[in-house]
């Protein structure tokens, strides 16, 4: 196999990355990266000096891919399946970037300030930004509630990036600001796409590993 992933199971970024491969069945290998131990870390760096995941290494093509949008990107370029990430019609195309972009800025970025704040110690928390974190995910699944009312998929009737991206970014938001009665446009997407074979596998594999997610009051 050409392909390695480098990535961590619990990572939500990493599970972005796994979605797509698994949706179109792309052979790979994985190799989870422990970041605390010392030889792993500096295996990573010297693929990706930047030292996060995940990362995609295509011995095949000599490339290494970091960041997940990027990464399926290369996927549906060079690796294509069944399942297109990128639609060919460019007004889509825009509107699936669009949404991933929204995924990992507006509700990812602020479920880990609200995940990361609870690893500080108390005197070292940052109440406001967790604040302010909590409003932009309010805001955000109102807008994503208005947006699923035409469901099935972030763009439409086809699964895309921007479904890659909301999975991740919803399961872990919804542990830290759950969605609410409000939102139920939301809550039926996010079963959506729990409910996909590709998702439901990553899922699956993430579970032994779900005691280590920061809980609440940590």
Request: aromatic share 10%.
């Amino acid at each position: 196999m050409s392909l390695t992933l480098h990535f961590h199971p619990l990572s939500s970024f990493c599970w972005k990355a796994l979605i797509a491969l698994y949706e179109n069945d792309v052979a790979f290998t994985k190799n989870s990266v422990n970041l605390g131990d010392a030889t792993e870390r500096a295996a990573l760096l010297r693929l990706w000096p930047i030292g996060k995941f995940p990362v995609l290494r295509d011995d095949a093509r000599g490339q290494t891919i970091p960041e997940s949008s990027i990464i399926i990107e290369y996927l549906d370029t060079h690796y294509p399946g069944p399942t297109r990430f990128i639609p060919d019609d460019p007004e889509l195309a825009l509107q699936a970037r669009l949404r991933d972009r929204f995924y990992d800025l507006y509700v990812h970025l602020p479920m880990q300030k609200i995940m990361g704040d609870r690893l500080r110690p108390a005197d070292k928390r940052d109440p406001r930004g967790v604040e302010e974190a909590r409003a932009q995910l309010k805001t955000s699944y109102q807008m994503i509630e208005q947006q699923m009312a035409a469901g099935p998929w972030a763009i439409g009737e086809a699964f895309s990036i921007a479904d890659c991206a909301a999975l991740p970014a919803l399961f872990y938001a919804n542990m830290v600001e759950p969605f609410g009665d409000a939102n139920k446009n939301v809550t039926a997407y996010f079963e959506r796409l729990k409910a996909r074979p590709s998702i439901a596998r990553v899922m699956k594999e993430a579970e032994p590993y779900f005691n280590m997610v920061p809980k609440e009051g940590n």
